[in-house]
């Protein structure tokens, strides 16, 4: 029993760091493509979207790091309360955290791949047409 509350403390913590991480690693790829790759570009057909979630997380009008702070607090709380719940089954409790950690995993590959891909959209051969 200890040895599972052991692993799943660990994936609990591995969870709940995921959306910080992805976050601050979006603000560090914006940040150098903002300085080093877009103005030595030849497009200026960059789509507003695109233009607002680059300029957005790069000037932290977008509150990108709070809210992967944020959930990242949601996350440790449900899985923390899951993970030490009596009133729950150990087969809802097995579920329950499976859930939450894997809502966070999402939450931070999304967030990398919403910066990849605003990233790249300029760059692709059908943007300039």
């Given at each position: 029993?200890?040895?599972?509350?052991?692993?799943?403390?660990v994936c609990l913590v591995g969870a709940a760091t995921a959306p910080?991480?992805?976050?601050?690693?979006?603000?560090?790829?914006?940040?150098?493509?903002?300085?080093?790759?877009?103005?030595?570009s030849a497009t200026e057909h960059i789509p507003s979207l695109t233009?607002?979630?680059?300029?957005?997380?790069?000037?932290?009008?977008?509150?990108?790091?709070?809210?992967?702070?944020?959930?990242?607090?949601?996350?440790?709380?449900?899985?923390?309360?899951?993970?030490?719940?009596?009133?729950?089954?150990?087969?809802?409790?097995?579920?329950?955290?499976?859930?939450?950690?894997c809502l966070a995993y999402v939450a931070a590959v999304i967030a990398?791949?919403?910066?990849?891909?605003?990233?790249?959209?300029?760059?692709?051969?059908?943007?300039?047409?």
């Amino acid at each position: 029993m200890l040895l599972h509350r052991i692993v799943r403390s660990v994936c609990l913590v591995g969870a709940a760091t995921a959306p910080i991480l992805a976050a601050s690693l979006c603000r560090f790829i914006v940040r150098v493509a903002v300085k080093h790759v877009i103005p030595r570009s030849a497009t200026e057909h960059i789509p507003s979207l695109t233009r607002t979630w680059i300029i957005g997380v790069a000037d932290g009008s977008f509150p990108l790091i709070p809210i992967a702070l944020f959930l990242s607090a949601l996350v440790a709380t449900s899985g923390l309360y899951v993970l030490f719940s009596k009133r729950l089954s150990a087969d809802a409790a097995a579920s329950a955290f499976a859930v939450t950690c894997c809502l966070a995993y999402v939450a931070a590959v999304i967030a990398v791949g919403t910066t990849m891909i605003a990233l790249v959209i300029p760059f692709l051969p059908m943007a300039n047409e």
